[in-house]
């Protein structure tokens, strides 16, 4: 089967940096998989190269059949594939409801802005008790929720998620993975970024392992799991931190 998105030999940087080296990276339609990796390994830089926010120096990126290195940037979530960027990125002077539907400004989504909105509500009742509250004034948990949501409003087929619990109580923790459980029942294909690794493996498929840009393993979340060297170095330094 085609994967629905595929990265070949990528490798990209910032001016004279080079981050990312020769990367092959798979994802079929419905998966769940991991990126794990060291502090500067590269994971965000690939989510972004992938999402077209860096320029790529060499190799391709196909998504649901299209060749996103010559895809415009903007038109990349118009394609399907859309990220939650670290550090949620709301606008803080606007609203809930106002982020949520800036989230729909894609040609994809525009049409179907109201359905998502309650799609968003239902997921988030939160979200729903704080719609007309600034962005700014919501607790750590409650914007990770809102940027989701707003990622949703674009009505993605696969959405990458760049460190969804950092800075969060392990209880908002809980809520945030027990959200992404709900969006793989949704048929919403994820590539996720986590420091709280042994949680994001156990919702995932399969994970890549990145060191200094280099995929230097691959597998089932079960397997590597399992794998003494990914336990030495990322299971076992979980650290949770309220906002
Ligand atoms: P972390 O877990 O700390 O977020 P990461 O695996 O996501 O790390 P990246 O943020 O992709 O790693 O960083 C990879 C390398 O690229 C690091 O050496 C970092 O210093 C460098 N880097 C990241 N962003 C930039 C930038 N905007 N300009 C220059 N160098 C950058």
């Given at each position: 089967?085609t994967p629905?998105?595929s990265?070949d030999?990528?490798?990209?940087g910032?001016?004279?940096l080079?981050?990312?080296?020769?990367?092959?990276?798979?994802?079929?339609a419905?998966?769940v998989?991991?990126?794990?990796?060291a502090n500067?390994?590269g994971?965000?830089?690939l989510l972004?190269?992938?999402?077209?926010?860096?320029?790529?120096?060499?190799?391709g990126?196909t998504?649901?059949g299209?060749?996103l290195r010559?895809?415009?940037?903007h038109?990349?979530?118009d394609a399907?594939?859309?990220?939650?960027?670290?550090?949620?990125?709301?606008?803080p002077?606007l609203t809930?409801?106002e982020?949520?539907v800036?989230g729909a400004?894609?040609?994809r989504?525009?049409?179907?802005s109201?359905?998502?909105l309650?799609?968003v509500y239902?997921?988030?009742?939160?979200?729903?008790?704080r719609?007309?509250q600034l962005?700014?004034?919501?607790?750590g948990?409650?914007?990770q929720m809102?940027?989701?949501?707003r990622?949703?409003?674009?009505?993605?087929?696969?959405?990458a998620?760049d460190e969804?619990?950092?800075g969060?109580?392990?209880?908002v923790?809980?809520?945030i993975?027990d959200?992404?459980q709900?969006?793989v029942?949704r048929d919403?294909?994820?590539?996720?970024?986590?420091?709280?690794?042994s949680?994001?493996l156990e919702?995932?498929?399969?994970?890549?392992?990145l060191?200094?840009?280099?995929?230097?393993?691959?597998?089932s979340?079960?397997?590597?799991?399992?794998?003494?060297?990914l336990g030495a170095?990322?299971?076992?330094e979980?650290v949770a931190?309220?906002s």
């Amino acid at each position: 089967m085609t994967p629905l998105l595929s990265v070949d030999g990528l490798s990209a940087g910032y001016g004279d940096l080079q981050v990312l080296h020769d990367v092959d990276l798979h994802v079929a339609a419905g998966e769940v998989v991991s990126l794990v990796g060291a502090n500067g390994a590269g994971k965000t830089t690939l989510l972004t190269a992938i999402s077209r926010g860096l320029d790529v120096t060499a190799g391709g990126i196909t998504f649901d059949g299209m060749d996103l290195r010559s895809t415009r940037p903007h038109h990349v979530p118009d394609a399907g594939l859309v990220l939650v960027p670290e550090g949620r990125r709301l606008f803080p002077f606007l609203t809930v409801e106002e982020n949520l539907v800036l989230g729909a400004y894609t040609k994809r989504a525009r049409k179907d802005s109201k359905d998502s909105l309650s799609e968003v509500y239902e997921l988030f009742p939160k979200l729903l008790d704080r719609r007309s509250q600034l962005a700014g004034s919501l607790s750590g948990g409650e914007q990770q929720m809102c940027a989701l949501g707003r990622g949703l409003m674009a009505r993605p087929t696969l959405l990458a998620l760049d460190e969804p619990s950092l800075g969060l109580a392990p209880i908002v923790v809980d809520q945030i993975f027990d959200c992404i459980q709900d969006l793989v029942t949704r048929d919403i294909t994820i590539l996720i970024v986590e420091q709280n690794v042994s949680r994001s493996l156990e919702l995932s498929d399969r994970a890549y392992v990145l060191d200094q840009g280099r995929v230097v393993m691959s597998g089932s979340a079960q397997e590597l799991k399992g794998d003494p060297r990914l336990g030495a170095a990322y299971l076992g330094e979980e650290v949770a931190h309220e906002s």
